[in-house]
C-alpha cells in the first residue's frame, strides 16, 4: 500500500499523512507512545512497596490476565507481528523504537531516584527490561505462530518477563533503583 492509497482512503492530502506519521513505518507502529505512557505510568503509580522493575512485571501480567484493549496481546496481534517479522523495514523501525525507548525509559528510572538522565545503571536496567520483554514477546509469538496455542504463549512471556525481572534485580543489587518508595 502506498501513501498516496492511504491518503486516499482516509479522504485527506499526502501532506497530511507525513504532518502525522514522519515515516510510512510509523503508521504500522501508530501505539508506539501508547505503550511508552503505560510502561512509565506503571513506574510512576507502583505501590510503596514496589521497585520500578517490579512494576514492569506485574504490567506485563496485568497486559495478560486483563487483555487491555490497546495491547491484546496473542489475540490480535498475530497477524501484526507476523508482518512486522517479514519486512526489514519495519524490522529495523521496531529496532529504533527499542533503542528510543530504552532511553526514555532510563530517564524516568534515573529520574525517580534522583539521578540525571544518563544514569549508566539507569540505562543497564532499561536495557535488561526491554530486552527480557522483546525476547519474551517474539518466544511467546513462534509458540502462537507454531502451535496455535494462547495460553501456551501467555504462559512462555510471562515466564520470561518473571525471570527477567529476578535478573535485572540481581544486576542492580546494591543501587538506588531498586529503592522502593
Given at each position: ?6 491518503a486516499e482512503a482516509a479522504d ?79 524490522k529495523a523501525r521496531a529496532r ?86
Amino acid at each position: 500500500m502506498t501513501i498516496d492509497e492511504i491518503a486516499e482512503a482516509a479522504d485527506v492530502g499526502r501532506m497530511t499523512v507525513f504532518n502525522h506519521f514522519p515515516r510510512k513505518e510509523d503508521m504500522f507502529f501508530d501505539r508506539e507512545q501508547e505503550g511508552h505512557d503505560l510502561a512509565f505510568d506503571a513506574i510512576r503509580s507502583r505501590a510503596p512497596s514496589t521497585s520500578p522493575i517490579q512494576a514492569l512485571g506485574a504490567l506485563a501480567h496485568q497486559m495478560v490476565e486483563q487483555r487491555l484493549k490497546a495491547f491484546p496481546l496473542f489475540t490480535d496481534t498475530r497477524r501484526f507481528v507476523e508482518t512486522a517479522q517479514a519486512s526489514e523495514a519495519l524490522k529495523a523501525r521496531a529496532r529504533q523504537m527499542r533503542d528510543d525507548f530504552v532511553r526514555a525509559l532510563a530517564g524516568v528510572l534515573a529520574e525517580g531516584v534522583g539521578r540525571s538522565a544518563d544514569d549508566p545503571e539507569a540505562a543497564l536496567a532499561a536495557a535488561l527490561i526491554a530486552a527480557t520483554w522483546s525476547i519474551a514477546f517474539t518466544r511467546a509469538h513462534t509458540e502462537l505462530s507454531d502451535t496455535g496455542n494462547v495460553e501456551a504463549a501467555k504462559d512462555i512471556f510471562l515466564r520470561l518477563i518473571d525471570r527477567g525481572v529476578v535478573g535485572t534485580h540481581a544486576a542492580l543489587e546494591g543501587t538506588p533503583l531498586l529503592e522502593v518508595v
